[in-house]
């Protein structure tokens, strides 16, 4: 999980350097752990540190994709955008902060 934690203030944060898969799941949460439940479908954006534009990387539907393959087209400052494609989930934390 890229939150640091599941509440109005958290922050997502990843190393320009992390390996893995990014996926976006339902959650279980309870005040011992957060345990993922269902996949759900999602789109990558990067958004630019200089100059705010705002760029999609997968125009295909995803259940997950390679980190390396969003990272490589960052720089440490961007943010990742994770963007739902159904209104029935709701996320809050859909920024990622590159470092």
Avoid: W
């Avoid at 939150?3 to 390996?19: F, L, R």
């Avoid at 997968?58 to 400052?77: P, T």
């Amino acid at each position: 999980m890229l939150v640091n934690e599941y509440s109005p203030a958290g922050k997502c944060t990843v190393q320009i350097t992390a390996k893995g898969n990014l996926t976006v799941n339902t959650v279980q949460l309870s005040s011992s752990e957060s345990k993922a439940i269902e996949p759900i479908l999602f789109q990558v954006a990067i958004k630019d540190k200089e100059t705010g534009t705002q760029m999609l990387v997968s125009k295909e539907k995803l259940k997950q994709i390679e980190i390396q393959r969003v990272l490589e087209k960052c720089q440490k400052g961007d943010r990742i955008i994770i963007l739902t494609l159904d209104d029935d989930y709701a996320l809050p934390h859909n920024e990622i902060l590159v470092f």
